[in-house]
Protein backbone atom coordinates (compact mmCIF):
# COMPACT_ATOMS: atom_id res chain seq x y z
CA UNK A 1 0.00 0.00 0.00
CA UNK A 2 1.36 3.14 -1.35
CA UNK A 3 0.68 5.05 2.28
CA UNK A 4 2.63 2.68 4.36
CA UNK A 5 5.36 2.79 2.10
CA UNK A 6 5.45 6.67 1.89
CA UNK A 7 4.68 6.54 5.79
CA UNK A 8 7.20 4.02 6.26
CA UNK A 9 9.85 6.19 4.36
CA UNK A 10 9.28 9.18 6.38
CA UNK A 11 10.25 7.44 9.66
CA UNK A 12 12.32 4.45 8.90
CA UNK A 13 15.51 6.58 10.33
CA UNK A 14 13.54 7.18 14.02
CA UNK A 15 12.07 3.56 14.42
CA UNK A 16 13.54 1.69 16.99
CA UNK A 17 12.35 -2.12 15.66
CA UNK A 18 9.58 -1.68 18.40
CA UNK A 19 5.93 -2.76 17.84
CA UNK A 20 5.34 0.52 20.22
CA UNK A 21 6.89 3.11 17.12
CA UNK A 22 4.34 1.64 14.70
CA UNK A 23 1.52 1.75 16.97
CA UNK A 24 2.54 5.34 18.10
CA UNK A 25 3.02 7.03 14.43
CA UNK A 26 -0.27 5.18 13.38
CA UNK A 27 -2.52 6.33 16.33
CA UNK A 28 -0.78 9.82 15.52
CA UNK A 29 -1.32 9.80 12.17
CA UNK A 30 -5.02 8.59 11.96
CA UNK A 31 -6.02 11.70 14.68
CA UNK A 32 -5.78 14.05 11.82
CA UNK A 33 -8.22 12.00 9.14
CA UNK A 34 -11.46 13.03 8.80
CA UNK A 35 -14.31 10.34 8.25
CA UNK A 36 -13.64 11.09 4.72
CA UNK A 37 -10.13 10.66 4.67
CA UNK A 38 -10.53 6.99 6.53
CA UNK A 39 -13.29 5.89 4.06
CA UNK A 40 -11.33 7.33 0.88
CA UNK A 41 -8.37 5.38 2.19
CA UNK A 42 -10.67 2.06 2.50
CA UNK A 43 -12.44 2.70 -1.16
CA UNK A 44 -8.75 2.81 -2.65
CA UNK A 45 -7.51 -0.59 -0.99
CA UNK A 46 -7.95 -3.78 -3.27
CA UNK A 47 -10.26 -6.86 -2.37
CA UNK A 48 -7.45 -8.39 -0.52
CA UNK A 49 -6.38 -5.69 1.69
CA UNK A 50 -10.02 -5.28 2.78
CA UNK A 51 -10.28 -8.77 3.85
CA UNK A 52 -6.72 -8.46 5.41
CA UNK A 53 -8.30 -5.61 7.33
CA UNK A 54 -10.69 -6.51 8.47
CA UNK A 55 -9.50 -10.60 9.03
CA UNK A 56 -6.96 -8.74 11.37
CA UNK A 57 -9.11 -6.42 13.41
CA UNK A 58 -11.33 -8.94 14.03
CA UNK A 59 -8.85 -11.39 15.34
CA UNK A 60 -7.37 -8.53 17.32
CA UNK A 61 -10.50 -8.35 19.03
CA UNK A 62 -10.88 -11.83 19.26
CA UNK A 63 -7.58 -12.37 20.92
CA UNK A 64 -8.21 -8.99 23.65
CA UNK A 65 -11.62 -10.76 24.41
CA UNK A 66 -9.77 -13.89 25.42
CA UNK A 67 -7.72 -12.15 27.88
CA UNK A 68 -10.30 -10.42 29.59
CA UNK A 69 -12.10 -14.05 29.50
CA UNK A 70 -8.72 -15.30 30.80
CA UNK A 71 -9.01 -18.46 28.22
CA UNK A 72 -5.69 -20.00 27.60
CA UNK A 73 -3.74 -18.11 30.95
CA UNK A 74 -3.15 -20.68 33.84
CA UNK A 75 -4.47 -19.13 36.84
CA UNK A 76 -2.21 -17.93 39.73
CA UNK A 77 -2.97 -19.86 42.74
CA UNK A 78 -3.74 -17.57 45.00
CA UNK A 79 -6.82 -17.08 43.09
CA UNK A 80 -8.08 -20.92 44.52
CA UNK A 81 -7.23 -19.28 48.63
CA UNK A 82 -4.08 -21.27 48.56
CA UNK A 83 -1.44 -19.72 50.12
CA UNK A 84 2.06 -20.35 50.27
CA UNK A 85 4.53 -19.32 53.56
CA UNK A 86 8.71 -19.07 52.94
Request: no cysteine.
Amino acid sequence: MEFVDNLYELYKNKLTGDEEDALIIIEGIMQSFSRKDMIQMIDNLSEQERFDMLALFLYEKFRQKMAEEGIGQTKNRDDENVKYYH
